[in-house]
């Protein structure tokens, strides 16, 4: 069983639309870290959060402590967003992060 | 220009063979991580160190070995015990111990048996 699911596990939208990837998890967490790997393979940090909302640009991360879930947003959507998303929860009681499969995201022009 | 850099990109391991996967970071960080990556699965946990000189197994550290002899150097040798060793590794650094700290990633290193 994983500690962290996400979904959709893919995901195509056209260029412009407003794109949500869910993010839910098992166990009381103290952060969760929202990652983006790029077809290379280099991983980039996009937001920590351990409550509320957080924003950066054209991404919003949120997340509900109680319902154990969170969601990456993008508005606006462009080609260059086509990327895997995952996210990763860090457990109360340890300190070492458990991680979502992650979703792929391709944005068509 | 601060970072986590990480070779080689690519490497070939024959049977048998111990190899070794370079980690290097200048940027002060005292925690260090590796993870595997394969396919379909989520990032796993082989082995981090939070200081110099010490360092904890992770989920899957069987049929591997580190060393933190340096600060920003965190070298991973994939040994012969390892019999699916293929598959995306990268190292990570974060600037402290505590866990819930933003953790920076290398480009990582694919690993292929020959």
């Known amino acids: 069983k994983n500690e962290v699911e996400q979904s959709p596990q893919n995901l195509t939208a056209q260029e412009g639309e407003f794109i949500t990837i869910n993010c839910s998890y098992s166990?009381?967490?103290?952060?969760l870290h929202w990652l983006q790997q790029h077809p290379g393979g280099g991983i980039v940090s996009l937001f920590m959060l351990s409550s509320g909302k957080k924003k950066h640009g054209r991404l919003i991360a949120t997340i509900n402590i109680q319902e154990k879930h969170s969601s990456l947003h993008i508005t606006a959507s462009h080609p260059r967003d086509s990327a895997v998303y995952i996210c990763?929860?860090?457990?109360?009681?340890?300190?070492?992060?458990?991680f979502g499969t992650g979703t792929s995201l391709t944005v068509i022009p | 220009d601060g970072g986590i850099t990480q070779s080689p990109k690519y490497l070939f391991r024959k049977e048998g063979q111990n190899v070794t996967l370079s980690c290097e970071q200048n940027?002060?960080?005292?925690?260090m991580y590796w993870y595997r990556q394969d396919p379909g699965q989520g990032l796993r946990l082989i082995y981090y160190s939070q200081i110099v000189n010490d360092f904890q197994k992770g989920d899957i550290a069987e049929g591997y070995s580190v060393s933190r002899e340096k600060k920003e150097s965190f070298p991973l040798t994939v040994t012969s015990a390892q019999k699916n060793p293929t598959a995306f590794y990268l190292c990570?650094?974060?600037?402290?111990?505590?866990?819930?700290?933003?953790?920076?990633f290398g480009p990582g290193t694919r690993l292929l048996v020959l």
């Open positions: 166990v009381g967490i103290s952060a």
């Open positions: 940027l002060n960080h005292d925690a």
């Open positions: 990570a650094s974060s600037i402290g111990r505590g866990g819930a700290e933003t953790q920076y």
């Open positions: 990763a929860a860090l457990p109360n009681t340890g300190n070492q992060f458990y």
